[in-house]
């Protein structure tokens, strides 16, 4: 287990940081951005996870998305940890995530899927509190993805994989949210469609 007593070390006053295996590298390195990107998309999904536990949502639907949204956050801690490992460099003690946890963001969609009707456009987003705020989170993973593509040669496929899903699930997890609470979703107009203000 992690014991952390203090948090301030002063090593990263100038610029730089320590990956797991201790090997300094500037702040802007592509890798210190990917697990810091992985750390605000955590960051946000405990703010749906906030924001669900405060809405006058159903206790059945509150409690359903707040285990999916727990799980994913102790997830993004694993794949965030490997992330702060130079190409390999993860320590044979530390546990990795591996393909059946991306299988399980596809079956979890797929069972919500069935209580959503087809899109007829795109949604634009926004929504309730929750909502709104998975959207967000929706756009951060898909950050993270793209960092993490950056270094495919050095990031493990499985990873790439589960943050891809990852940004679906968030999508479909606000629209199952959106169905289930009887909020209206507002889709996207064409702008030759749009009527002028």
């Known amino acids: 287990m992690v014991r952390i007593t203090k948090v301030h070390t002063g090593g990263g006053d100038g610029g730089k940081t ?38 006058s949502i159903p206790m059945e639907v509150c409690d359903y998305a707040d285990k999916l949204l727990g799980t994913i956050q102790q997830e993004l801690f ?14 044979e003690q530390m546990s990795i995530i591996g393909a059946e946890s991306g299988e399980r ?8 899927l069935e209580d959503l009707e087809p899109l007829s456009s795109f949604i634009l987003p926004t929504g309730s509190p929750a909502v709104a705020n998975l959207h967000m989170a929706r756009t951060i993973v898909r950050r993270a993805e793209r960092e993490a593509c950056a270094l495919r040669e050095e990031v493990r496929s499985e990873v790439i994989s589960y943050l891809n899903r990852l940004s679906d699930h968030c999508f479909v997890l606000g629209r199952w949210i959106s169905a289930k609470t009887g909020e209206e979703e507002t889709l996207w107009t064409p702008l030759g469609k749009r009527e002028k203000c």
């Open 78 to 91: 694993d794949v965030g940890a490997e992330c702060a490992c130079p190409p390999g460099g993860v320590p």
């Open 105 to 112: 963001l596809v079956a979890e969609m797929d069972s919500m």
């Open 18 to 55: 320590s990956l797991v295996d201790g090997t300094r590298v500037g702040k802007e390195h592509p890798r210190v951005a990917i697990y810091g990107t992985i750390d605000e998309a955590n960051s946000a999904i405990g703010i749906v996870r906030m924001e669900l536990s405060r809405a």
